[in-house]
């Protein structure tokens, strides 16, 4: 064996698996990130446009990229840890829908942060931005939330996806114009 002759070739093959995840990694968080940035800044816009948000457009939108590249994130951290996977004989529409589900969850959460930092931006006491969030209307709060689930679908079909298949399978799908790969389904459908 090559590997017990040479004892520095394991490193050399760790450091390899591991420059190959961290280009992964960063590519997720960054395609992710600008996806999300993108959709909750447009969310964000369109609130400060109707009137509903106060402040200054470009405080708002910044604190939403801010958001969408935290949820980015987190994304990758349950990637990497496999959260939400625990369920693989649900099917994919199932288990994306689930998997933006809990994704909305953790926007829910990351919102009061969000509203208090736009509070803080435009220099109002905390108290002002807590009582202004107490008195927000339930049916607002529920739609932007579904506007987000909606959003976030996506998210967790290119996920799932990525998961039954492999990162550089669904990158080959997304990003050739002629993606030469063979599925398993596709060879035992030969087969039988």
Request: proline share 5%; aromatic share 8%; hydrophobic share 55%.
């Amino acid at each position: 064996m090559a590997g017990q002759n040479n004892p520095g070739a394991g490193d050399v093959a760790v450091a390899v698996r591991l420059k190959a995840w961290a280009q992964h990694e960063v590519m997720l968080l960054s395609v992710l990130g600008t996806y999300l940035a993108i959709c909750f800044s447009v969310v964000t816009f369109h609130a400060w446009a109707q009137g509903g948000e106060a402040g200054k457009a470009w405080h708002l939108i910044s604190v939403s990229v801010f958001k969408a590249y935290l949820v980015a994130h987190l994304v990758t951290i349950g990637h990497r840890f496999r959260l939400g996977e625990a369920a693989p004989h649900y099917p994919l529409a199932w288990r994306a829908f689930f998997r933006a589900l809990g994704l909305t969850g953790a926007v829910a959460l990351l919102t009061p942060i969000e509203e208090l930092l736009h509070g803080f931006l435009r220099g109002e006491p905390v108290f002002e931005e807590v009582e202004a969030w107490t008195q927000l209307d339930p049916w607002m709060v529920t739609a932007r939330l579904l506007l987000v689930l909606l959003l976030l679908l996506p998210v967790g079909i290119a996920i799932e996806v990525m998961r039954d298949l492999s990162p550089e399978a669904v990158r080959r799908l997304m990003l050739e114009t002629q993606p030469e790969m063979k599925l398993v389904a596709e060879e035992g459908r030969k087969q039988t």
